[in-house]
């Protein structure tokens, strides 16, 4: 007898079925395949990224499992609706699911609250005999013992690193746009061996995207000890590259920059955030020091390590002039790539609470609340001048002329020791990253939909 079929279905579009954005990202996002790991083995299982295709709706699969995050909730609603409606039973979970449970109830079958580790088995039973509840709650920061690996095998060939996986949850620091302090919970280390094995669970890939992988931690080097002692066990796996997001006071450490040579990591994602000291006080980012980025930079150039910065514009310290100078700071302090974002007030966050207080949004639609759209009155500058700065710096940034420019400073800069075949196999891995990276960049900046509303 054939079992029942769930297909997880991992959300991304935000603007309706005439506005739909396939990113040109080089890893997928960690839930979908997380989730597939913990499924039960009495039912089949599929997985889809929307990120890289459309949904379905005539799959044959009985039950659908969405997972999403903030700015995707009205349209996980529509899809909801639409599957219901055709007599499947949908389950809900996520970050947004977990934060706010009360404004997903009425729209699914069922939703899960919290980390789905604890839970999700006995949601899947559940659904399975007939007997699913309305709300699953997990409890607060479970333990991260012997979580099974995620299901590589599922996730589509478009992704090029689909070797995902995360040593740590939580951050140490308490910026105030982010939305791990909505709910906050305690920095957590899962067991070294459990990593490795998720690292290793790589059998049923093409050999090539068995070699490169991606920690997607919120800090990795949250603890430094424990990060140390995974680099050491990773560096045996003998990668052809690691990539890894840690914040940049982790870059002082000079044995920790030494081992994440030593695992091969090729990319470090890092939230720069602004190059204007008032703003990062602003959102209490303290950990970051402006006068500090090129010399942290340069030192991870020279040990072949690209980066992978976020950027962040609307911030309440923001000026014109700040503005005016960014795509010069940029070139001075020369970051590898960099994901340019307006700032979001997340609902719950102590940014949003801020802005609400003070009577500065002007915008509600949850759905536009993903980077691209300005939704709030920013302090000291206009609309225009976001979004202006915001094209003027992703135009001159992602230029073929920038990009090639980039990279050859990259590898003119990378050290010249060790064998020489090692390193030249190492500049094309280096090489392959960064374009994709910037071809990533390139393709979301050109075509996400930015709108100029406010005053």
Same mark, same amino acid.
């Given at each position: 007898?054939?079992?029942?079929?769930?297909?997880?279905? &991992?959300?991304?579009?935000?603007?309706?079925?005439?506005?739909?954005?396939? +990113?040109?990202?080089?890893?997928?996002?960690?839930?979908?395949?997380?989730?597939?790991?913990?499924?039960?083995?009495?039912?089949?299982?599929?997985?889809?990224?929307?990120?890289?295709?459309?949904?379905?709706?005539?799959?044959?699969?009985?039950?659908?499992?969405?997972?999403? $995050?903030? #700015?995707?909730?009205?349209?996980? /609603?529509?899809?909801?609706?639409?599957?219901?409606? *055709?007599?499947?039973? !949908?389950? +809900?979970?996520?970050?947004?699911?977990?934060?706010?449970?009360?404004?997903?109830?009425?729209?699914?079958?069922?939703?899960?609250?919290?980390?789905?580790?604890? &839970?999700?088995?006995?949601?899947?039973?559940? $659904? &399975?005999?007939?007997?699913?509840?309305?709300? #699953?709650?997990?409890?607060?920061?479970?333990?991260?013992?012997?979580?099974?690996?995620?299901? #590589?095998?599922?996730?589509?060939?478009?992704?090029?690193?689909? !070797?995902?996986?995360?040593?740590?949850?939580?951050?140490?620091?308490?910026?105030?746009?982010?939305?791990?302090?909505? =709910?906050?919970?305690?920095?957590?280390?899962?067991?070294?061996?459990?990593?490795?094995?998720?690292?290793?669970?790589?059998?049923?890939?093409?050999?090539? =995207?068995?070699?490169?992988?991606?920690? %997607?931690?919120?800090?990795?080097?949250?603890?430094?000890?424990?990060?140390?002692? *995974?680099? =050491?066990?990773?560096?045996?796996?003998?990668?052809?590259?690691?990539? +890894?997001?840690?914040?940049?006071?982790?870059?002082?450490?000079?044995?920790?920059?030494?081992?994440? !040579?030593?695992?091969?990591?090729?990319? +470090?994602?890092?939230?720069?955030?602004?190059?204007?000291?008032? @703003?990062?006080?602003?959102?209490?980012?303290?950990?970051?020091? !402006?006068?500090?980025?090129?010399? %942290?930079?340069?030192?991870?150039?020279?040990?072949?390590?690209?980066? /992978?910065?976020?950027?962040?514009?609307? *911030?309440?310290?923001?000026?014109?002039?700040?503005?005016?100078?960014?795509?010069?700071?940029?070139?001075?302090?020369?970051?590898?790539?960099?994901?340019? @974002?307006?700032?979001?007030?997340?609902?719950?966050?102590?940014?949003?609470?801020?802005?609400?207080?003070?009577?500065?949004?002007?915008?509600?639609?949850? @759905?536009?609340?993903?980077?691209?759209?300005?939704?709030?009155?920013?302090?000291? &500058?206009?609309?225009?001048?976001?979004?202006?700065?915001?094209?003027?710096?992703?135009?001159?940034?992602? @230029?073929?002329?920038?990009?090639?420019?980039?990279?050859?400073?990259?590898?003119?800069? $990378?050290?010249?020791?060790?064998?020489?075949?090692?390193?030249?196999?190492?500049?094309?891995?280096?090489?392959?990253?960064?374009?994709?990276?910037?071809?990533?960049?390139?393709?979301?900046?050109?075509?996400?939909?930015?709108?100029?509303?406010?005053?």
């Amino acid at each position: 007898m054939n079992k029942p079929k769930l297909q997880i279905i &991992v959300l991304f579009q935000n603007l309706g079925d005439e506005k739909t954005y396939f +990113a040109r990202s080089p890893a997928p996002p960690l839930a979908g395949a997380l989730v597939a790991g913990l499924t039960p083995p009495i039912v089949d299982v599929d997985l889809l990224h929307e990120m890289v295709r459309p949904i379905d709706y005539n799959t044959d699969a009985d039950f659908i499992g969405l997972s999403f $995050m903030d #700015y995707c909730a009205p349209h996980a /609603f529509e899809v909801a609706d639409k599957f219901r409606k *055709l007599g499947k039973t !949908v389950v +809900a979970g996520g970050k947004y699911p977990s934060t706010f449970p009360e404004e997903v109830i009425p729209h699914m079958d069922s939703v899960v609250v919290g980390e789905a580790e604890p &839970v999700w088995a006995q949601v899947v039973e559940d $659904m &399975v005999n007939g007997k699913l509840k309305k709300v #699953y709650e997990a409890p607060l920061a479970p333990s991260l013992d012997n979580i099974p690996p995620p299901r #590589y095998d599922l996730i589509e060939s478009d992704f090029a690193v689909p !070797v995902v996986t995360e040593a740590t949850r939580g951050c140490k620091y308490k910026c105030s746009f982010c939305q791990l302090t909505v =709910k906050p919970t305690p920095y957590r280390c899962r067991p070294i061996e459990d990593v490795i094995r998720d690292l290793t669970a790589t059998s049923k890939l093409p050999f090539h =995207k068995r070699k490169m992988a991606m920690l %997607l931690d919120n800090n990795l080097g949250g603890d430094m000890g424990y990060a140390k002692e *995974l680099l =050491k066990e990773i560096a045996k796996l003998k990668l052809w590259g690691l990539g +890894a997001q840690f914040s940049f006071d982790c870059l002082h450490d000079d044995e920790y920059i030494d081992l994440l !040579v030593e695992a091969r990591c090729g990319m +470090a994602f890092i939230g720069l955030e602004s190059l204007n000291e008032p @703003s990062l006080s602003s959102v209490h980012k303290r950990q970051n020091k !402006v006068e500090e980025y090129k010399e %942290l930079f340069e030192k991870l150039k020279k040990r072949g390590i690209l980066t /992978f910065t976020g950027l962040m514009l609307a *911030l309440d310290e923001d000026t014109p002039s700040y503005y005016e100078s960014l795509p010069e700071r940029l070139d001075d302090i020369d970051p590898s790539s960099i994901l340019t @974002s307006i700032s979001i007030p997340i609902p719950g966050t102590p940014f949003h609470k801020e802005v609400e207080s003070e009577g500065r949004i002007f915008d509600k639609d949850l @759905s536009h609340y993903e980077g691209d759209h300005l939704v709030f009155t920013p302090k000291r &500058v206009s609309s225009e001048d976001v979004f202006k700065a915001y094209r003027r710096i992703n135009k001159y940034f992602y @230029s073929w002329k920038s990009i090639v420019k980039r990279w050859w400073r990259f590898i003119s800069t $990378m050290s010249t020791k060790g064998n020489i075949l090692k390193r030249i196999f190492r500049s094309l891995i280096i090489s392959s990253v960064f374009f994709r990276l910037s071809i990533f960049q390139r393709d979301h900046a050109q075509k996400k939909v930015y709108t100029i509303t406010g005053s």
